[in-house]
């Protein structure tokens, strides 16, 4: 009932940039709560990359502060990820997250499919 659609990644160089949308849409009346960006290189755990909630406190891994920012629309469920001075170790699959509660049900964790970001050096 509730999808999160990626978009924005690709192949770029090292130094360059790119801009990850997630949008979340559900076809009942729901709430949003934070929300967030994982990332996961082949053969590596799933890591926390940045994290915004409702009223825009962020969160970063130490690894992209400085580099990344994450954003959010809250009028159209969006949340965004500027990627700045890319590195090869930024590759991998990036994953939207949010906390979303359906009207009457407790807040659940909701994931998107994923979007390949890769960085050539």
């Known amino acids: 009932q509730v999808r999160l659609v990626e978009s924005g990644g690709g192949l770029v160089q090292a130094g360059g940039s790119l801009k990850l949308s997630c949008a979340c849409a559900a076809s009942t009346t729901y709430y949003i709560g934070a929300m967030g960006w994982y990332r996961q290189a082949p053969g590596k755990q799933r890591e926390l990359v940045a994290t915004?909630?409702?009223?825009?406190?962020?969160n970063y891994s130490d690894s992209v502060k400085g580099r990344f920012t994450i954003s959010r629309d809250n009028a159209k469920d969006t949340i965004y990820l500027q990627m700045n001075n890319l590195k090869p170790e930024d590759t991998a699959v990036y994953y939207c997250?949010?906390?979303?509660?359906?009207?009457?049900?407790?807040?659940?964790?909701?994931w998107g499919q994923g979007t390949q970001v890769t960085v050539s050096s």
């Open positions: 997250n949010a906390a979303v509660r359906l009207s009457g049900r407790p807040y659940q964790d909701y």
């Open positions: 915004i909630t409702l009223d825009w406190k962020t």
